[in-house]
């Protein structure tokens, strides 16, 4: 792999002095889902699938681009003083948002860069291309200029770059998930204060399979700010009578007792998802600390019915493909991850049943929604490095 990035990225740039190889993965979100923008838990783990990227220092201030994913579009230059998003730049808004992120935050990136990327996880997916470029940019930034900054920075810098430089209202899951990864583990992150810890993913006999929609969603989509609005309503209503600073505070029973303070019957429902949800994804957590894989799997398959009738985020092509993996001997638990309209599913499915979940949700899928989906047989993965 690394040879063939920097034989690549020779033919792009004449030649590969001072070049190094990076990769950063991309993120699976296994439970706890539209919870971290309030205040809630999330449960995801980083891959290892993800983008690589072959950068070296110019000497002057110049920045060239290039991504083998949208190699049509050639070397895409820019420079250092010119950090503004537009239009025209492309998916370079991402990489040079991180640099404007970073001087906006007090660091001076004395020279441009050459850089090529080429990702193997499907972009606009929600298994979070763009966070993974953005941390792979702070990677790259850091291992070049000595920044001295930690993961959990590269994690908020890519947030913040992503919010401000291209005006996507994401929080902090994607990029804390990507940037904090560690092999064979998921990260329970609690999104009200960002203290986490490590659970072990132990898939004895089983694997993640990712179905991506091929539906896509683009997370500006006024459906995302919608929920998030409704939610920001919900939340001021109930602290009319509770004493609480986001969904993620309350236990199902806090909930219940206090949800009559909702003045919409549209709200209360995802207030009750916001809430619900945050409560499995703890119990998901404990029920993989004792090995209760089972128990696992069902909280994953009440996670999308939840997305699916109170957040109604789902949409036929995700409820096609969980509700057909429900069908299928071997399935462990099914659900929609990312933000949903869209993006694809996570399936915890025994090994011998993989192939014909493939072949059964696929055709099935095809069938229903009139084009393909694709499938990933997927491992969990350590975080951004230097290969
Ligand atoms: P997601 O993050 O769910 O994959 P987004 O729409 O947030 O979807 O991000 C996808 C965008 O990120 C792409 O359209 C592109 O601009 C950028 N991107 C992701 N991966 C690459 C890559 N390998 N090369 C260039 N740009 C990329
Ligand atoms: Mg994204």
């Known amino acids: ?14 030649d590969t002095e ?7 993965p991309g993120r699976v979100n296994l439970i706890g889902e539209h919870t971290d923008y309030n205040g809630g838990h999330v449960f995801p783990c980083a891959l290892t699938i993800g983008t690589y990227g072959v950068a070296r220092v110019r000497k002057d201030k110049k920045l060239r681009f290039y991504s083998m994913n949208f190699g049509h579009l050639g ?3 820019s420079g250092l ?4 998003p537009a239009k025209e730049a492309g998916w370079t808004n991402y990489p040079k948002g991180v640099m404007w992120a970073f001087k906006e935050k007090g660091y001076q990136i004395p020279f441009g860069l050459d850089i090529l990327l080429n990702g193997n996880i499907p972009n606009g997916s929600g298994l979070s291309s763009s966070a993974s470029v953005e941390v792979l940019t702070g990677y790259v930034l850091k291992e070049f200029f000595g920044f001295e900054v930690s993961n959990q920075d590269l994690a908020l810098i890519g947030q913040f770059s992503e919010n401000n430089f291209n005006g996507v209202n994401c929080g902090i899951m994607d990029q804390f998930a990507i940037a904090m990864g560690k092999k064979d583990h998921a990260i329970f992150l609690d ?3 960002l203290s986490y810890t490590y659970a072990p993913v132990k898939l004895e006999g089983m694997k993640l399979v990712i179905a991506s929609s091929n539906k896509k969603r683009g997370l500006g989509d006024s459906k995302y700010n919608e929920r998030r609005d409704e939610c920001e309503m919900a939340l001021a209503e109930l602290q009319k009578v509770v004493d609480i600073n986001g969904l993620g505070d309350l236990t199902q029973e806090q909930f219940e007792a206090n949800k009559s303070a909702i003045k919409d019957i549209v709200r209360a429902k995802r207030a009750k998802h916001a809430v619900y949800e945050n409560q499995r994804t703890i119990k998901a957590v404990k029920a993989l600390e004792e090995n209760d894989i089972a128990q696992f799997g069902q909280l994953m398959n009440e996670s999308h019915i939840s997305l699916r009738d109170d957040y109604e985020v789902t949409g036929a092509e995700l409820d096609t493909l969980v509700e057909e993996a429900w069908k299928i001997d071997g399935v462990v638990g099914s659900r929609m991850t990312g933000a949903g309209f869209g993006g694809c599913t996570v399936s915890l499915v025994k090994d011998e049943a993989i192939d014909t979940f493939i072949s ?11 084009y393909k989906a694709d499938f990933y047989v997927v491992e969990v993965g350590d975080g951004p490095r230097t290969l």
Not at 81 to 84: A, E, S, V
């Open 81 to 84: 003083d010119d950090l503004k």
């Open 360 to 370: 059964k949700v696929g055709e099935a899928y095809r069938r229903k929604i009139g």
């Open 18 to 24: 001072g070049a190094k190889v990076f990769f950063a």
């Open 1 to 14: 792999m690394k040879e063939t990035l920097l034989k690549a990225f020779g033919e792009v740039y004449g």
């Open 191 to 193: 999104t009200a204060d």
């Open 75 to 77: 070397v895409i230059e």
